[in-house]
């Protein structure tokens, strides 16, 4: 006679939600990858350019007003800081599914020897912060002449 062993339902269903946060990580690897990830692990997507004569920072901060956004330069350092607020509203009636993240983040930028951190300008229109920093002018070269 065969033995059949029986596992408990949690267990299978444990095995499965396993499953299912790894195939979930695979083809998504972009987006929220687990249902245990804290919404405070919000890092804004930032695009940085070069120019001739500036350096431009874009951010993606929909919602996020703009005297709420800490903008700082310290010893070399770009620092932008924010919070945003949860706004849940507590209605026991009907489906809710929370997907926007909220919470405080920070990005910090080391600026070049070439960046000016007494020229940086901000501004902030349709969810998009835009962050110029202005080039230093160039030293040109001198001629010196040798004397006898």
């Known amino acids: 006679m065969k033995l059949i062993e029986r ?13 299912l946060e790894e195939n979930w ?23 940085v350019a070069e120019e001739d004569d500036r350096f431009v920072l874009q951010a993606d901060i929909p919602g996020l007003p703009a005297e ?24 026991n009636e009907g489906f809710r599914r929370y997907e926007r993240v909220q919470g405080s983040f920070e ?7 070439s960046a000016d951190p007494n020229q940086i300008s901000a501004n ?12 230093r002018p160039t030293s040109q070269p001198q001629r010196i002449e040798v004397t006898t």
Do not use: C
Not at 68 to 91: Q, Y
């Open 107 to 113: 990005r910090q930028f080391s600026l070049p020897d």
């Open 7 to 19: 596992y408990p339902l949690w267990s299978s269903a444990s095995a499965m939600q396993r499953d």
């Open 68 to 91: 709420e956004i800490d903008i700082t330069v310290d010893d070399g350092k770009l620092s932008i800081k924010g919070e945003r607020k949860f706004e849940r509203k507590e209605e």
């Open 124 to 135: 902030s229109k349709d969810g998009v912060l835009e962050i110029v920093v202005l080039k």
């Open 25 to 47: 990580r695979t083809m998504f690897p972009r987006t929220v990858s687990s249902w245990n990830r804290r919404a405070s692990e919000w890092h804004p997507s930032i695009d």
